[in-house]
T-cell receptor
C-alpha cells in the first residue's frame, strides 16, 4: 500500500531563512503534487511533478522530484510571513496525501 | 472566470440521515474530484469523475457515492451518516486530460453530523 510521509510536520522559521520540506513515498508513482492550505481555507495547487529530476519554481517556492529515491522536496527561499500555511504533498492519480507540514514564518 | 462553487457551505445533519453535496466546476473543466478532510484522517481522496464516468475511486465505503452530469456539475451523496463523517468536503475541477492538469478547489462544504 502506498504510504506518503512528510517531514517535518511543524516548522517555525524566521523571515529571510531557507528551509526544505520533504515528502517520501513508498511505491512507484507517476506524479506528485504540492498544495497549500491557509487556515480555514480550501486547497491551492502549487506544483505538479511528473518525471525524475523535474524542478518547478514559483516565487520563493521550488519543488523537485527524485523518483529513484521516491522523494520530493519543497524548498523555501528567504521566507516571508505570507508563506505561513500548511503544505501537503500528494502522490499518484488516487491522491494519497501526506499529513501536511504546518509552516509558521515569524518576523 | 468563475471559480469552483460548492453548495451548501455548511450543513448540520444527524446520524442516520443522508446528505447530498453539490459542486459546480470551472466552465470547460470536465473532471471533478472529491476529497474529505478531517483532523484525524487528514486529506483523503473520495472519487474523480470525468465526462460523467467515475474514473478513480478512493478507499471509502459504499455509503459514499457520486455522480456527474452532462454539464460537468457533480454531486456526492453520503447515506446513513455516522459521526465520523463530520468533515470538510472539498471538490476540485480540472480539464482532466493530462497528468499535469492543475486542480482548482472550491471553498468546501463543512458537514457536521450530530
Amino acid at each position: 500500500e502506498l504510504k506518503v510521509e512528510q517531514n517535518p510536520l511543524f516548522l517555525s522559521m524566521q523571515e529571510g531563512k531557507n528551509y526544505t520540506i520533504y515528502c517520501n513515498y513508498s511505491t512507484t508513482s507517476d506524479r506528485l503534487y504540492w498544495y497549500r492550505q491557509d487556515p480555514g481555507k480550501s486547497l491551492e495547487s502549487l506544483f505538479v511533478l511528473l518525471s525524475n529530476g523535474a524542478v518547478k519554481q514559483e516565487g520563493r517556492l521550488m519543488a523537485s522530484l527524485d523518483t529513484k529515491a521516491r522523494l520530493s522536496t519543497l524548498h523555501i527561499t528567504a521566507a516571508v510571513h505570507d508563506l505561513s500555511a500548511t503544505y501537503f504533498c500528494a502522490v499518484n492519480n488516487d491522491m494519497r496525501f501526506g499529513a501536511g507540514t504546518r509552516l509558521t514564518v515569524k518576523p | 472566470k468563475a471559480g469552483v462553487t460548492q453548495t451548501p457551505r455548511y450543513l448540520i445533519k444527524t446520524r442516520g440521515q443522508q446528505v447530498t453535496l453539490s459542486c459546480s466546476p470551472i466552465s470547460g473543466h470536465r473532471s471533478v474530484s472529491w476529497y474529505q478532510q478531517t483532523p484525524g484522517q487528514g486529506l483523503q481522496f473520495l472519487f474523480e469523475y470525468f465526462s460523467e464516468t467515475q474514473r478513480n475511486k478512493g478507499n471509502f465505503p459504499g455509503r459514499f457515492s457520486g455522480r456527474q452530469f452532462s454539464n460537468s456539475r457533480s454531486e456526492m451523496n453520503v447515506s446513513t451518516l455516522e459521526l465520523g463523517d463530520s468533515a470538510l468536503y472539498l471538490c476540485a475541477s480540472s480539464w482532466g486530460q493530462g497528468k499535469a492538469d492543475t486542480q482548482y478547489f472550491g471553498p468546501g462544504t463543512r458537514l457536521t453530523v450530530l
